[in-house]
């Protein structure tokens, strides 16, 4: 199994970004498929991630009202659009994926996931 982040770069704050995860090898219909990332300095966070058998969808406080994730039907792709980015959203992102069924407690803890992919950086400054 593999996991395949894309679409990082450089924006100035403000900027919108999406980023793509496409999966090989496994399809996570039933499971859960994430994102999170880690600045430099820093431990890896929670960003969100979206629950495939009712499509609920989780945020990390600092990200609520600017991010939106997504899944595509077949379970083996996932987005993650950055709306209004600011400087702290610096970081490599890492999606992630998960075929168990998560209770929502368990969601925002990357231990849940059992791959990941390699990360796409993000780096938003003027």
């Known amino acids: 199994v593999q996991l395949q982040a894309s679409g990082g770069g450089l924006v100035q704050p403000g900027a919108s970004l999406r980023l793509s995860c496409a999966a090989s090898?496994?399809?996570?219909?039933?499971?859960?498929m994430g994102w999170f990332r880690q600045a430099p300095g820093k431990e890896r966070e929670f960003v969100a991630a979206v629950r495939m058998r009712d499509r609920s969808t989780y945020y990390g406080d600092d990200v609520k009202g600017r991010f939106a994730v997504s899944g595509d039907n077949a379970g083996n792709s996932w987005f993650l659009q950055m709306n209004n980015l600011k400087p702290e959203d610096t970081a490599i992102y890492y999606c992630?994926?998960?075929?168990?069924?998560?209770?929502?407690?368990?969601?925002?803890?990357?231990?849940?996931?059992?791959?990941w992919g390699q990360g796409t950086r993000v780096t938003v400054s003027s």
């Open positions: 992630a994926a998960t075929n168990a069924g998560l209770i929502t407690s368990s969601m925002r803890d990357g231990i849940h996931y059992d791959y």
């Open positions: 090898g496994r399809t996570f219909r039933r499971g859960a």
